[in-house]
Structures are given as C-alpha cells and as structure tokens.
C-alpha cells in the first residue's frame, strides 16, 4: 500500500468546485433539481462516476503536464552510474487508480553504459 497524503484544498477551489457540481445538477436534472421519485442510489451512482472521470481526467492531464516539462539537470544522469544518458522517444503509460485508468505519455531514457532503460523519477524511500 502507497502512503498518500492529501493536499490542501485552497478555499477559491473549494468554492470552484461547489459551482461545477450547481453546474451539473443544473445540466442532468434542470434548475429543480431531480424529478420527485427520483432515488438517493441513483443521484449518487451520477456523482460517483462523475467524480471518477474528473479524477481519472486530473491525473492524466498533471502527469502528461509534468512530463512535457523539462527534466531537472539532477534526474538527467543514470541513477545507477551516474553517467550521461539519452532521451529516447516517450512512452505511453497507464496507470490504474481507485478512480479508473490514468493515461499519459512519459520521458523514456537509455544508459549506453549500463544498458538499461528508464523514466526519470524522484525516488522515494522505500521505492
């Protein structure tokens, strides 16, 4: 199991979001809401996977976002000689979440000394 930590939410995006789920109840179920009848179950089911997409969607876009960014110089060498490296074209990636799959393509590169191939990544302990 990952360790995750949560990130604060500033009180402008907290605000943001309350107005995209107004904008959503507004679209499926007009301004009154949903019709009488209408089940507990079913509103949620809505939110649910709703809520699943926009994730999915997030992290796909901050991971595509950090990978089309510039590598720091100190994630440029091999990690395990320490020698130069090339980049090599980028490679699709897919990662399962709890919300669904992620999707984005990462920076590939290739150690000639050590003749291994690799993403650049922050390593963490443990990892």
């Known amino acids: 199991m990952r360790n995750s930590t949560s990130a604060p939410l500033p009180s402008e995006l907290r605000s943001t979001l309350q107005q995209i789920a107004s904008d959503l109840v507004d ?14 179950d079913q509103v949620e089911a809505l939110a649910v996977q709703l809520g699943k997409i926009v994730s999915t969607q997030m992290i796909s876009e901050a991971m595509a976002r950090q990978s089309n960014s510039t590598v720091p110089p100190d994630l440029e060498v091999c990690p ?8 090599k074209p980028p490679e699709p990636r897919i990662v399962t979440t709890p919300s669904g799959d992620a999707e984005w393509s990462e920076p590939r590169r290739y150690c000639d000394r050590c003749r291994k191939a690799f993403f650049p990544s922050v390593q963490e302990p443990g990892h």
């Open 27 to 40: 679209r499926f179920y007009g301004s009154n809401g949903p019709e009488w009848g209408t089940r507990f």
């Open 80 to 87: 395990a000689c320490t020698g130069p490296i090339e980049a």
